[in-house]
């Protein structure tokens, strides 16, 4: 996975350099915001071919933005990306030979931040260069655009990391202490110079649990979503079922899903997320006994 986030931006230039080859797919995450004073911009990804013969490269996208909230910024990206990706929804891009293509071309004005979580496959042809520009709204961009990589003193998430999907298979038992499940805390090493990628934003996070009850009565239990860096939102797929969360404060304790587990039986269900940009994480998702509170999807409930 290749990661630019996050970056203020004050000038233009390239803001990231990386190869895309057949061997391995890659996602590739950028969350930009333009503050007040700057010029109108664009966040342009090119695609660079130096083959003589042509490459086909597949691709799902989470664009969103440009807006001026980030955890709505974050939120619509991540949601959009984590709908396509399950849907195996997206597009088929052909870059002709000694050709350069812009994948995407955003804009990008004073004031607003966008992001993009992408999913790179290249079906044929040979290695391909991908470049990451912060561009004026007026530039032209008449094939390859050789510019100085930007340096920032504020030290930010830009880099490739490894392991883009986490899996987490439980048991749990209703008559155990609830089952609480970390998303957005194991840092990712920067196989290039850089920070570590704190958060695991941009990381699939799938969830396997098993909850069994040995009791002769059914029982009701329900999965919680927890806030612990701060104030978040969520984009969760449950048993393939969009659920989603507005901002929630830290430590705050709201029900994603209710269960009712058979007398004697068991149940599974899966969980797939991702960290959202904007938003703090960790979160914590906690399964356990029915408390009472309010249900999914209420009124007063921030689920929907």
Known sequence: MVSDFPETLTENGVLFTDTLTRDQPSRFMYYHFNPAGQPDRRIVLRVENDSPEPA????????????????????????????????????VLTIGGKSTVSLVD?????KTIVQNILQLREIEGADLHLTLLAVSSTDQLDGATPMQLLQSNVRHARGVYPIPEFYFQYTWSVEDRPLSVEIGHI???NLREGEALAGDYGVLQSVTFTIVNPDNTPMQIALYQSPRGGS????????RVLVQSHAVPAFSHYKLREYT?????????SVVTMPEGGSSYPVDLILGVDDG????????????
């Open 56 to 91: 086909f490269v597949q691709f799902i996208s989470g664009r969103a933005g440009p807006g001026q909230f980030d955890m709505e910024v974050g939120h619509l990206s991540t949601q959009r990306f984590l709908v396509h990706e399950a849907q195996n929804e997206g597009s």
């Open 261 to 269: 587990v058979p007398a004697r039986g068991f149940l599974r269900t």
């Open 232 to 239: 978040a939102t969520g984009t969760y797929l449950i048993d």
């Open 187 to 189: 840092p990712l090493p």
């Open 293 to 304: 509170s309010v249900s999914p999807g209420a009124p007063n409930s921030p689920v929907y």
């Open 106 to 110: 955003q804009p990008l004005p004073a």
